[in-house]
């Protein structure tokens, strides 16, 4: 089912319970998944259950994100997220506010290479792996 939906559709169809399925065809794993819904949509699971191991975003979760086609903004760290204070312009800031905004940005994932290359064993890793 899932290699029929497109990027948008395959985040909703998670959002909403579809989640063995989705995992079936590895969209957690697809590049469209990482950039656009990975710690962007919400939990759907009602049962406690390891928030870092988990694709979707949590309540009060460190590594939530912003979804980069609603909130404008670019992948290098805020000025004042990156000295450890609090962003006063909150989510209408113009710079990421996590490494996970920074890194899984259009503008920066995947353009560096892997420094463990194909020995990489990083659930979610951010950088290139050359052929």
């Known amino acids: 089912m ?3 939906l ?3 559709e ?25 950039l656009y819904c990975y710690k962007i949509l919400p939990c759907s699971r009602r049962t406690p ?16 994100r912003r979804n980069v086609r609603t909130h404008i ?4 760290m805020c000025p004042s997220v990156a000295k450890g204070d609090e962003c006063l312009l909150g989510p209408s800031c ?4 996590n490494v996970f905004e920074s890194w899984l940005h259009p503008q920066k994932y995947r353009t560096l290479l892997c420094k463990d290359k194909d020995k990489c ?11």
Do not use: I, N
């Open 2 to 4: 899932c290699e029929m």
């Open 6 to 8: 497109g990027p948008s």
């Open 10 to 34: 395959q985040c909703l169809s998670t959002a909403f319970g579809l989640e063995a399925q989705t995992t079936q065809c590895g969209l957690y794993e697809s590049d469209d998944f990482r």
């Open 49 to 64: 259950h390891e928030w870092s191991s988990c694709p979707f975003a949590h309540p009060s979760e460190k590594a939530k």
């Open 73 to 76: 903004y670019d992948c290098e």
């Open 94 to 97: 113009p710079h990421s506010h």
């Open 121 to 131: 064993t990083r659930a979610v890793c951010f950088f290139a792996h050359g052929a």
